[in-house]
């Protein structure tokens, strides 16, 4: 290994640090041809092919393969306790899919919880990351630690834990509230309500940590200056601080909305979907999984890739979101 | 920002009211759990808070008692699956990692932002395939069935993050040490390795968290205790008989899962932050 220190190819492309991405793909693409000409250039690409192989490979094998197999699974009649009977449908399933009430109800369920737990995560989020910087620098550790829990346990352990703190057998919230009676989860709305309480408590903790990078690249100066002139805190939150820091954001806020799209432990172990909470992920599983619908199930995770397909390039071409910058 | 700004005691104290509060939030639902977890039979179904006595009866059921054939060989595969495929991960995104980071060859671009991509992959879309394959070939409800799918979620965040870190290692420390007379191998042992091992291990916390966290893989792709996973398995608990709420036990389990976790927190929170932040994408 010691020798690929003088392996510096001429490019120099590996001086390069992560942070400057911007507009590297092009002068990478049109450079390759010459760039791996001279004799210690080439030895260093076939090192590094070689390194990096095992790692490629296996990432096409795991995720590559088996995306290809659904979309063509996806266009057959097919299902699993029957495989002699299935036959090429030519894209049946994708009509059965969208012509049903009930891919558009739960597409609907999940960009609306997506929509509001990545909303209430985001202020949340900010507000945490401004305390986590202002902190007293005795409680700063302890604050990060306490504030990585949520971020640790398990969804489904932290989903139970907010299952049976408002269920009707052993929650404590009714008795709190002076209403023991009530279902929490045996209507939507609040069945929604405590869906997204559990999403928010478990994933604004990663948002917050990623706004704190974000907020700490800030020159302090500038928030000095801008209170010496006399702004006031919401001038300085709003035209110092938030645009200072919208790249860190919009990272955090894309990776979030293509995890809260996904969104199924949750769900699966609170209301099962019942009530109008089934989410395209949990669709999919009850297709696939419970009815062993091989084909129709195929179809739904075909079309949720293409949604979390959809969610990125809305946030790359339409917010002009760099991933360049996401080391926050 | 918090260096330069001057605190009077009232900022200070409504400092510390948000530090409080933002404690009590993170903290409320395991306190909650843990109190839930206490709870004797009787006191389960009482909707209170806290239990009126303490009672060790859910963690004797789990670990001793009906409930331990649910329980421990769940945690035993959720230990051994998840080690493993943390430590491929790790190995393999240490290689692709330092090839992305120091060395100049075509297509590194591509498997950087292929690993990022794969980060937001719908995990079900993934399993439906897996399922149908895993059971003609014999795959379905094994270690290896779980190990494989697992790579999928610990290898491209390895990759990503470690990536990051390699790319702030002073590489020309390798070469002074050449210079002053250290062999390659010493140069790499004594320089090297020190430097990066401290993101590796960063990574692989963090590769282990979310591997420990799977559900859909290990409910879609078992079937009994032979490699279901613990967050799987909560799923399929009982009470102590048939009618009686599972609530208790889970709980129990619930406490006996979150506690490496937290122990893991406690010891490595400032790489976990710096992991996170460096590699800055999911969690």
Do not use: H
Request: with cysteine.
């Amino acid at each position: 290994m010691s020798e690929s220190t003088e392996l510096r190819g001429p490019g120099g492309a590996s001086a390069q640090s992560p942070g400057t991405t911007r507009g590297r793909e092009k002068p990478g693409r049109t450079g390759t041809r010459k760039r791996y000409t001279s004799e210690r250039s080439r030895a260093e690409a076939k090192l590094g092919l070689m390194l990096a192989a095992p790692a490629a490979i296996v990432l096409l094998l795991v995720t590559g393969y088996p995306i290809l197999q659904a979309v063509y699974q996806s266009f057959f009649n097919l299902r699993l306790t029957d495989q002699e009977n299935s036959y090429f449908n030519w894209g049946a399933n994708y009509v059965t899919v969208l012509s049903d009430p009930l891919w558009w109800q739960t597409l609907g369920f999940t960009l609306l919880i997506t929509v509001v737990t990545v909303a209430v995560e985001l202020v949340l989020g900010f507000f945490f990351a401004m305390v986590m910087l202002n902190a007293m620098k005795g409680v700063r550790g302890p604050i990060r630690t306490i504030i990585l829990v949520p971020y640790g346990i398990i969804t489904v352990v932290a989903a139970f834990s907010w299952k049976y703190a408002f269920d009707l057998g052993t929650g404590f919230v009714g008795t709190w509230f002076g209403i023991e009676g009530f279902d929490w989860f045996g209507n939507f709305w609040s069945a929604f309500a405590v869906i997204s309480l559990a999403e928010i408590w478990k994933t604004t903790p990663f948002i917050s940590l990623l706004m704190l990078a974000g907020l700490a690249q800030i020159p302090g100066d500038m928030v000095e200056a801008a209170t010496v002139d006399g702004a006031s805190w919401w001038q300085r939150l709003t035209r110092v601080i938030l645009p200072n820091m919208k790249s860190a954001i919009m990272v955090a806020l894309m990776f979030r909305t293509l995890e809260a799209f996904r969104i199924f432990d949750s769900v699966f172990v609170m209301t099962q979907g019942a009530n109008g909470t089934a989410t395209v992920s949990s669709l999919a599983y009850d297709q696939t999984i419970s009815q062993l619908q091989t084909g129709l199930g195929s179809a739904v995770s075909v079309l949720l890739f293409l949604c979390v397909g959809l969610i990125c390039l809305l946030f790359i071409k339409g917010f002009r979101v760099n991933l360049g910058d996401s080391r926050g | 920002m918090a260096a330069t700004r001057t605190t009077s005691p009232l900022t200070k104290t409504l400092w510390i009211v948000a530090f409080v509060l933002i404690a009590l939030w993170a903290l409320f639902p395991v306190v909650w759990i843990l109190s839930l977890s206490l709870k004797s039979p009787s006191d389960i179904a009482n909707r209170q808070f806290w239990p009126t006595e303490l009672s060790w009866e859910n963690y004797d059921l789990i670990l001793f008692g009906g409930a331990q054939e649910l329980f421990l060989p769940a945690l035993r595969n959720s230990i051994g699956i998840c080690l493993i495929a943390t430590l491929v991960a790790v190995v393999l995104s240490t290689l692709a990692a330092y090839a992305i980071a120091r060395l100049d060859f075509p297509g590194k671009n591509v498997v950087l932002y292929m690993s990022l991509a794969i980060t937001v992959f719908p995990v079900i879309s993934i399993v439906t395939p897996l399922f149908n394959l895993w059971s003609t070939i014999g795959l379905y409800d094994t270690w290896l069935g779980l190990i494989i799918p697992y790579l999928s979620l610990t290898l491209p965040i390895s990759i990503w993050t470690l990536t990051s870190f390699f790319k702030e290692i002073p590489w020309e420390l390798e070469q002074a040490a050449q210079v002053d007379g250290a062999t390659a191998f010493q140069a790499f042992r004594k320089v090297i390795v020190p430097l990066a091992a401290p993101g590796v291990f960063t990574t692989a916390i963090i590769a282990f968290f979310i591997a420990w966290n799977d559900f859909l893989y290990g409910i879609s792709l078992t079937s009994t205790s032979a490699a279901r996973p613990v967050p799987a398995a909560l799923s399929f608990f009982t009470g102590a008989s048939q009618f009686e709420e599972p609530a208790g036990s889970i709980a129990a389990a619930s406490i006996v899962v979150t506690i490496p976790v937290i122990i893991i927190v406690l010891l490595f929170q400032r790489q976990i932050v710096s992991g996170l932040t460096s590699g800055a994408v999911k969690g």
